[in-house]
């Protein structure tokens, strides 16, 4: 039998929730040995190509590139789990839903105190994604089959959560391993 | 100013002896006086009372009729429940606006009139309706509107508002010379307990030629349950407050809050009698000397009639001194009035407030009975029940017993509004079925009701052979109509509106729970939500509904979990609905990078603006704001 198929990718996040998942520290050698990687910034293989049975999604999205791997992910996952709070609330990025897009983007690139541009432009390359107007949770966006709280979720949750799919239930966090203080 | 304003404050403290538990008279009759309480005048009151700054700031900050910013010396309040929405209330309120010349909340420069709006003023049936002051407008339509505010801008201050605004009467005691008021009874069906002919005193006289022992237990043979919803035993009640040296009280409620509710107003204004005499022989079973009826603000128009009810029973030797010929005997009835708060129903938070304080409910046990007004045993039981209990010791407990069902026996009084061709009170026999209601109203074309207020049960056509008793629908008397165009999820959202506002603020899961409540099923409502959002609001709503300190966190939640039960589909419709558009949520980036803020194609910003709705100063703004550079490519 093929070992299952596991995904992962960072959104608008940072990359912590993946560090966190590292963390699982010699458990990655028994996880290789239990799952295939597809695509995964640990592999950095860059699309999906297959369908995958897990895919998890750290960071909400920002912007209209984030929308498209997470639509992606939503097609070829069977499970897909929304990681850490930037995915499943929006998180750090999300305190920008408090101030207009266009003030933003006016203070980051014009107005701030310690912007340098003479251009004295918001950078319009058509390679840039656009923002969406709100930072969003992922299941905003697509159905998520759940969601894994902590910024980060610590290594033991991932390792709790991951083993428990694999074994077909749902995960079941323990209080310690939602206990942040 | 300050000259006036003291001796206001003292002439008005004087007036209730300097008695702090009299606070809430105190502050009413010097808002009344001076159009607001403001810093200073709390600390006179505060100094006058004994009492500290942050106690009479408390108490004139929980009560919405009671305000520390000036207001005009005419109010206009507008209602803004459900119902009334229903009815063009949103129409009526944009007339007012546009009449006057302010928005809701504000005052007219001349400082005269001010426009604001309010929970169930208790006129469902004849919504949409308004206060000025005391005077009820009923069924405003859009002329009536200009009308009013026509009259009140040409009259000089101090015209008797009831004269100027009032042009013809309701029926029966409405037309009474210290009513006169244009609110209809609307009675539909009159049942032999509450609308039976009755004589004035007859009752009492009954009660007096029996012991208080027997009294008491006449009304538990009768298996009378209390009238405004939870269904106690009132003979049990009046039994454990019974007995011991100490003072005690005999309470009405008449705080009818619960929106969509009205029978009290008409017992009130048909039954008075009734009501006193089932307090008082109330008073006469426990051992009571003193009774009070807290009259809600939104019913003041009532006050000066019920006084004089009182005046004439004192004269006809139903109250006062030796009551039946009995020396020991001796009880009167005094009319409290509240200031605008849906809490003070809840029976500890009406009786804080009748001691003047803030109206939060308190932890029970110990309950009234033993713990109650001034920490004195008080029996507290709705209008309705007092009259009920009047009606057995004049008929006999078998004659009542006989009428409704088993465990619920009696007729109830029911407020019927909404979706149906004739909205108003029927007394019904306990155990009629909702589809027969509905015939009686003529509601056949109902999607929904709502039995007992936000508070209690929508049903859905499924279940329209339930039947209302305290076995199966309860409910204070409340019951709201829907067709099917009405949009439930927007009701639910409403009835949480409701109850945000009129939460106390003391425990947490009430006061913050309700919010979140109602912004996550506003979300689902804007398409936006997933069935993750759907379990969410079933846990939070147990959470409330079990973690809260009162009555009104354990059922505020239930507008959604009734929904959620009886009207799935509402819910799995709109969840459908959540197409996700990439398109729309990128929108002001394009445009961002079009145009505006980097100084291209003013006929692109232009459009830019109307298509995203960005109202005319924000664009303003921005444009003003805009960049000149140069052209890319």
């Given at each position: 039998m093929a070992k299952p198929k596991v995904a992962t990718t960072s959104l608008c996040g940072c990359f912590g929730c993946h560090m966190s998942l590292l963390d699982i520290d010699e458990r990655i050698l028994e996880l290789v040995d239990l799952v295939e990687f597809d695509r995964s910034p640990i592999n950095d293989i860059k699309s999906i190509e297959h369908p995958v049975d897990i895919g998890l999604v750290e960071g909400g999205c920002a912007n209209e590139d984030n929308v498209r791997v997470l639509q992606e992910f939503r097609r070829q996952c069977k499970v897909l789990v929304s990681v850490g709070d930037c995915a499943t609330n929006g998180g750090l990025p999300s305190l920008r839903n408090l101030v207009p897009l266009e003030e933003c983007l006016r203070e980051a690139y014009l107005d701030g105190p310690t912007v340098h541009n003479d251009s004295g432009r918001i950078p319009d390359d058509e390679e840039i994604p656009l923002l969406l107007s709100r930072v969003k949770p992922c299941h905003e966006i697509v159905e998520v089959d759940y969601h894994l709280p902590g910024c980060p979720p610590s290594a033991d949750a991932f390792w709790a959560a991951i083993t428990a799919l694999l074994e077909g239930h749902a995960p079941e966090l323990p209080y310690l391993l939602c206990k942040y203080d | 100013m300050s000259a006036v304003r003291d001796e206001a404050v003292h002439e008005i403290c004087a007036r209730f002896g300097n008695d702090a538990t009299r606070l809430l008279d105190v502050v009413r009759a010097i808002n009344q006086r001076l159009d607001c309480i403001d810093g200073e005048a709390m600390e006179a009151i505060a100094e006058a009372l004994h009492l500290t700054r942050a106690d009479v700031e408390g108490v004139v900050s929980f009560y919405s009729f009671l305000s520390t910013r000036p207001h005009g010396n005419i109010v206009i309040r507008l209602c803004d429940d459900v119902i009334d929405k229903m009815k063009g209330a949103d129409e009526i309120a944009s007339e007012f606006e546009h009449a006057l010349g302010i928005r809701v909340g504000e005052t007219t420069p001349d400082g005269r009139i001010s426009l604001t709006t309010t929970s169930c003023i208790g006129m469902s049936d004849q919504a949409p309706a308004a206060l000025v002051n005391d005077v009820v407008l009923p069924r405003l339509s859009l002329s009536e509107v200009r009308r009013v505010v026509r009259l009140l801008q040409a009259h000089p201050d101090g015209t008797d508002l009831r004269s100027l605004l009032v042009d013809s009467y309701g029926g029966g005691n409405n037309a009474h010379d210290l009513v006169r008021s244009a609110v209809d009874n609307s009675i539909r069906q009159a049942g032999p307990v509450l609308f039976g002919h009755m004589e004035r005193g007859a009752a009492l006289r009954k009660a007096l030629a029996l012991s208080p022992v027997e009294v008491i237990r006449v009304v538990k043979a009768s298996r009378l349950r209390g009238r405004g919803g939870g269904g106690f035993p009132t003979g049990v009640k009046w039994e454990h407050t019974r007995g011991g040296q100490d003072e005690r009280y005999v309470v009405c409620n008449a705080d009818e809050g619960e929106p969509g509710t009205f029978k009290d107003r008409v017992l009130l204004t048909e039954r008075a009698d009734l009501v006193f005499e089932g307090m008082t022989i109330a008073g006469y079973a426990i051992g009571a000397g003193h009774g009070v009826l807290y009259l809600r603000a939104e019913y003041a128009y009532l006050r000066e009639y019920l006084e004089h009810v009182l005046r004439e029973r004192r004269q006809a030797g139903l109250l006062g001194t030796g009551l039946g010929g009995r020396k020991a005997f001796e009880f009167d009835i005094r009319i409290q009035m509240g200031a605008g708060a849906y809490i003070c129903g809840e029976e500890t938070a009406l009786i804080e407030s009748m001691e003047g304080k803030r109206g939060q409910p308190r932890l029970k046990p110990p309950f009234p009975a033993s713990h109650?007004?001034?920490?004195k045993p008080t029996c507290v039981n709705n209008v309705e029940t007092y009259c009920c209990a009047a009606r057995i010791l004049e008929q006999g407990a078998p004659w009542f017993s006989a009428l409704g069902s088993k465990a619920s026996t009696g007729t109830k009084l029911l407020s019927v509004s909404g979706d149906c061709k004739r909205p108003g009170v029927y007394e019904v026999p306990f155990g009629i079925s909702v589809r027969e209601l509905l015939g009686l109203c003529d509601?056949?074309?109902?999607?929904a009701v709502q039995i007992g207020g936000p508070s209690g049960r929508m049903v859905p056509p499924s279940e329209f052979g339930r039947t209302i008793c305290f076995d199966d629908l309860a409910t204070g008397g409340a019951v709201m109509v829907f067709d099917q165009h009405r949009d439930l999820l927007e009701i639910a959202s409403e009835f949480l509106r409701f109850f945000i506002h009129e939460s106390c603020g003391y425990c947490t899961p009430c006061r913050v729970g309700n919010s979140l409540l109602k912004e996550r099923l506003d979300r689902i409502r804007a398409g936006h939500g997933s069935t993750d959002d759907v379990g969410y609001l079933r846990d939070l709503s147990a959470t409330i509904a079990a973690t809260s300190r009162c009555g009104l966190g354990w059922t505020s939640p239930n507008p959604v979990l009734s929904t959620l039960d009886g009207f799935p589909g509402q819910y799995e419709r709109r969840l459908r609905d959540a197409s996700y558009s990439l398109e729309e949520d990128t929108r002001e980036a394009r445009l961002i990078r079009n145009g505006r803020a980097n100084g291209r194609g003013s006929s692109e910003g232009g459009s830019a603006a109307e298509t995203t709705g960005v109202d005319g100063s924000d664009r303003e703004r921005r444009e003003a704001t805009d960049v000149s550079g140069e052209a890319k490519r």
């Open positions: - | 109650g007004y001034l920490d509601g056949t074309g109902a999607a």
